[in-house]
């Protein structure tokens, strides 16, 4: 009684989402004037990635300005808050000391240790806030699949048109980073 086996044919891969379009551009001009003229055309979710920093180009994208700032000021504020706290309370509920006729707090000399705690504070909302609003520790970008990624970080300029944008269809997208002068177009997997 030997039982016939049948081949098992695999199940079809399901596709990949796509991430986005990708167009690489020459020079920093090219990208900056790109991107401007892409932001221009109605698109929203833009990105762009170069070696280095271009001036203007976060406007030309419509990147809005960070929290981080804000963030760091109210976290400072909370660690002046608690020095003061903790000043006040050792030296004058929890362990009061009249050593030389100088009153149980006072607010002069407790300025080193306010300073020091609203600067720590605020460092570590920094690298927190920093990490958190950038979405890191992220060891791995969509964006990373174009075939000439690796030049980004020596001589590409990338633009990348996001497949979230109200306004993306692929082929449109991708014509309109050719006529604003893009080398190299392609499409990108998620």
């Known amino acids: 009684m030997s039982e016939q086996l049948t081949p098992t044919v695999p199940a079809p891969l399901a596709p990949k989402e796509v991430y986005g379009v990708v167009g690489e551009f020459d ?6 004037r790109a991107a401007k003229a892409m932001y221009a055309e109605g698109y929203t979710n ?8 271009i001036h203007g180009l976060e406007d030309a994208i419509g990147m809005k300005r960070s929290p981080l700032g804000f ?12 020095a003061l706290l903790l000043q006040w309370w050792t030296g004058a509920i929890s362990y009061p000391l009249v050593i030389g006729g100088k009153p149980l707090f006072a607010f002069e000399f407790s300025i080193p240790v306010t300073f020091e ?7 570590f909302a920094a690298v927190l806030g920093m ?11 969509p964006a990373m699949h174009y075939k000439n990624f690796t030049g980004v970080t020596d001589d ?16 449109v997208a991708r014509q309109h980073l ?6 190299d177009t392609e499409l990108v997997e998620a």
Do not use: K, W, Y
């Not at 050719?178 to 080398?183: P, W």
């Open 27 to 32: 020079s920093p001009e090219g990208l900056l």
């Open 71 to 82: 963030i760091v000021c109210v976290i400072g504020f909370f660690g002046m808050l608690s």
């Open 131 to 141: 990490f958190a609003l950038n979405g890191l520790p992220r060891f791995h970008h």
């Open 46 to 53: 833009i990105d762009a990635m170069s070696p280095f920093a």
């Open 156 to 171: 590409r300029f990338l633009l990348v048109i996001e497949r979230t944008d109200p306004l993306f269809d692929a082929e």
């Open 117 to 123: 705690l609203t600067v720590l504070f605020s460092s």
């Open 178 to 183: 050719i006529d604003q002068g893009a080398v």
